[in-house]
């Protein structure tokens, strides 16, 4: 069966620091990957999706980015984190066909202070 | 481009109460349309799906959901609410024909709370 790793759990950091955050998928191939965050009362905002390995598409301008660097890998980072960057952080993934379903990971609590 | 609206930001309903949670999309033919559920402080669980076919749709946890065509509607219904079921539920609408990674467009979510 399928599983998604998120990590870490949870992240506290200064203002102006870098960020990594690290996604990985086991049981499947070339899998659909997007990260998401979720503000208190916002719902979910799609960041960046990726279709294959090195290919990155970004949804909302902003100071992160993203990587795949293996086929079951997604990275999110930041040189300079902001306070605006807080909030809780979710990869998901999806077979490559439009009616497949998105299975979310535990998620990364972000707190930028 | 297609949206969906949770109009009730919180519900509170008693334990064994049945239950309703609305959303409405906005798009021009007929999107694909999930439902899912997030206990605090974790990830996201689909509850059910809609692509195609019977409008009345059962999910996990003994929930369903009805896709009304000429209401842009499709609501999440429990007969009886238990405890447990209390948590964050968010409508999503996938768009089939987009080719944008078949990224997914939630609502802003309802928080369920279920007394004694």
């Known amino acids: 069966s399928q599983t998604i790793h998120q990590w870490p759990a949870t992240l506290v950091q200064p203002v102006g620091s870098p960020l990594s955050l690290e996604c990985t998928v086991e049981?499947?191939?070339?899998?659909?990957l997007y990260w998401y965050r979720q503000a208190a009362g916002r719902g979910l905002q799609l960041l960046f999706y990726?279709?294959?390995?090195?290919?990155i598409s970004s949804e909302v301008p902003q100071n992160l980015s993203a990587s795949r660097p293996q086929d079951r890998q997604f990275i999110l980072s930041s040189k300079k984190l902001l306070l605006s960057d807080s909030g809780f952080y979710l990869c998901?993934?999806?077979?490559?066909?439009?009616?497949?379903?998105?299975?979310f990971g535990p998620g990364t609590r972000l707190t930028v202070l | 481009a297609q949206s969906v609206t949770q109009p009730d930001i919180h519900i509170t309903v008693s334990e064994g109460a049945s239950l309703e949670l609305r959303c409405n999309y906005s798009y021009g033919a007929t999107p694909y349309l999930f439902w899912y559920v997030q206990s605090p402080g974790q990830g996201l669980q689909l509850l059910l799906k809609?692509?195609?076919?019977?409008?009345l749709v059962q999910g996990i946890k003994g929930f369903e959901a009805e896709f009304k065509r000429s209401q842009s509607s499709f609501n999440l219904r429990k007969p009886s609410v238990h405890w447990s079921d209390a948590a964050e539920y968010f409508c999503?609408?996938?768009?089939?024909?987009?080719?944008?990674?078949?990224?997914?467009?939630f609502g802003k979510g309802t928080s369920l709370l279920v007394t004694p």
């Open positions: 999503a609408v996938g768009d089939p024909y987009s080719n944008s990674g078949y990224a997914l467009n």
């Open positions: 990726s279709v294959g390995i090195g290919q």
């Open positions: 049981g499947t191939s070339n899998p659909n």
């Open positions: 998901a993934w999806s077979l490559l066909t439009a009616t497949d379903t998105q299975y």
């Open positions: 809609y692509f195609s076919g019977d409008t």
